[in-house]
């Protein structure tokens, strides 16, 4: 093992502050274990904390990114829920292992990686053993690294929280990571699932995935397509990705006392809806911070089980970060993985 390995750092907010550094390789300290990354699956969120607009106290030099895969190579003193050798993901919210996560009304929860705590865009970490899972025997690293956030938040909206039930109906907003994982576990929970998009490319694409309807997004239209197709029950479980006004739609279109699972941002962080519709139907509205270990433990679990893989968009080599970055601004269908294993 070398004694240095490289890392993406930022020395300030902004794409053009990130650079690829060197800097040795950190020592686990007690109850910690290094390991060696081997995939890096960015998010949406990894974007916002790069280019500044997520502002959070950042100790700089900063590297950023959440989710990872790869393989544990030594241990600090007293670690011991691992062995050299074994394949770990990261968990995003670092030390929340179940239950309600710590923190105040003043204070909500936000102890995370690649925000708070330094992130994974390294060739080596050294972190807790707490902060880690054991990755899917049946996935390669890439496919393993994209579990984290958008695996567990679809697994915590529609399983943990949601508990879905064969023949409700789930409706998907978008063609990104959290909802193509949501319809394979729709799908595989035996519920008819709903798609959107503005491309009727990825419309296509996600039919082909098992989603049983696409609709075109098209101002408010998709509300009265949903409608429709439901015979105007309305979706029982409604992954709201767009946020702001949107989150209004998304009480239209949902079930008398179905859920919306609050999960993105891209329409804004302030929301809007309509009073009469949500007092009259009466529907779960949570937000979804993506979730505990131990729900990431039961998701890694369904996966080996039913044999769920991933969709990646594209897998770019350590060195290509920036253009990966590029194709998440474009909007990938599913994951963009960044891999460090040649």
Not at 141 to 161: F, H, I, M, R
Not at 187 to 203: Q, R, W
Request: a negative charge.
């Amino acid at each position: 093992m070398t004694e240095t390995m490289q890392r993406w750092t930022l020395d300030a907010v902004g794409r053009d502050h990130l650079a690829l550094t060197r800097a040795p390789i950190p020592e686990p300290g007690p109850g910690e274990v290094l390991v060696k990354v081997a995939a890096v699956s960015l998010n949406y969120r990894d974007k916002l904390v790069i280019d500044g607009a997520m502002p959070l106290p950042l100790a700089f030099p900063f590297t950023p990114a959440s989710d990872l895969a790869g393989s544990v190579v030594a241990l600090g003193e007293g670690a011991k829920r691992f062995e050299p050798g074994q394949r770990v993901i990261s968990t995003f919210e670092a030390g929340w292992i179940d239950g309600a996560p710590e923190g105040t009304a003043r204070n909500p929860p936000y102890r995370t990686l690649g925000g708070i705590h330094p992130g994974v865009l390294a060739e080596y970490v050294a972190f807790p053993e707490d902060w880690l899972a054991l990755a899917p025997a049946s996935l390669d690293d890439a496919e393993a690294s994209t579990l984290p956030v958008a695996g567990l938040t679809a697994w915590s909206a529609l399983v943990e929280y949601g508990r879905l039930r064969a023949g409700q109906t789930v409706l998907l907003q978008g063609t990104g990571g959290v909802s193509l994982f949501a319809l394979q576990i729709a799908k595989a929970h035996g519920a008819e699932v709903i798609v959107t998009s503005s491309s009727p490319d990825k419309l296509a694409r996600a039919r082909a995935l098992g989603a049983d309807h696409g609709i075109h997004r098209r101002d408010d239209g998709w509300v009265a397509a949903v409608h429709e197709l439901t015979a105007d029950h309305g979706a029982d479980h409604i992954l709201e990705m767009a946020g702001g006004a949107n989150l209004g739609r998304s009480v239209e279109a949902v079930a008398v006392q179905g859920r919306i699972s609050v999960i993105g941002v891209f329409e804004g962080f302030a929301f809007s809806g309509p009073m009469g519709p949500l007092l009259r139907k009466q529907p779960v509205i949570q937000g979804i911070s993506v979730g505990h270990r131990r729900a990431l433990e039961d998701f890694v679990l369904a996966v080996d089980r039913v044999g769920l893989k991933p969709v990646i968009d594209r897998r770019y080599g350590f060195a290509e970060l920036p253009a990966a970055l590029d194709h998440l601004d474009r909007g990938p269908f599913g994951k963009i993985v960044v891999t460090l294993d040649g």
